[in-house]
């Protein structure tokens, strides 16, 4: 029987790189859910990523994510993967 473990990492980067951050983890792969959160760790957004979500879909979170890096001058993204065991 196979089950899936899940991990989490944190990055801590500035505003301004935060949507290549998200494009480049998107890409990864292996990923279950993406959280923004501020410098004082309030959860800005959270992102469920699920299979087949790609393009255009991810398009308005990409847009509220550019929205969110213009006012922050740093932020800590959270990243939730899945690993098969």
Not at 5 to 23: M, N
Not at 28 to 51: A, S, V, W
């Amino acid at each position: 029987m196979s089950h899936n473990t899940v991990h989490t990492e944190e990055f801590r980067i500035e505003g301004e790189k935060l949507i290549a951050k998200i494009r480049e983890l998107i890409h990864e792969g292996n990923i279950r859910r993406i959280i923004i959160k501020d410098k004082e760790g309030k959860t800005l957004m959270e992102i469920p990523m699920t299979f087949g979500v790609v393009g255009a879909l991810l398009a308005p979170q990409l847009a509220a994510i550019g929205a969110i890096a213009a006012l922050l001058s740093e932020a800590t993204v959270v990243v939730e993967k899945s690993n098969p065991n």
